[in-house]
Nanobody
Framework: QVQLVEYGGGLVQAGGSLRLSCSAS????????MGWFRQAPGKERESVAR????????YYASSVKGRFTISRDNAKNTVYLQMNGLQPEDTAVYYC?????????WGQGTQVTVSS
């Protein structure tokens, strides 16, 4: 079955960096439109960065463009999110996710906290 496991969250000061990883299994990873999402307290889950066009093209939310980079290693079935220039408003639980044949799958989430 589909499994997604995130790693790499933590506490960082404003202006700092973190790298999140998501290990995937149970589906054809190489052409999947994997993505990173986040949910802050009291807010809806939002897309941060994701692959489109059968997993080939990265797409970013305007709030993170230029600061975050999504990448993937198809040999390791892993997708990454490099987050630079973190700000307190980036504080949230970060999830990796994928939609397969119309069904959404999510990891368990990893907390990212940015202190001012």
């Amino acid at each position: 079955q589909v499994q997604l496991v995130e790693y790499g969250g933590g506490l960082v000061q404003a202006g700092g960096s973190l790298r999140l990883s998501c290990s995937a299994s149970g589906f054809t990873f190489s052409t999947s439109n994997m993505g990173w999402f986040r949910q802050a307290p009291g807010k809806e889950r939002e897309s941060v960065a994701r692959f489109i066009v059968s997993g080939r093209v990265p797409y970013y939310a305007s709030s993170v463009k230029g600061r975050f980079t999504i990448s993937r290693d198809n040999a390791k079935n892993t997708v990454y999110l490099q987050m630079n220039g973190l700000q307190p408003e980036d504080t949230a639980v970060y999830y990796c996710g994928v939609t397969i044949r119309g069904v959404e799958y999510w990891g368990q989430g990893t907390q990212v906290t940015v202190s001012s």
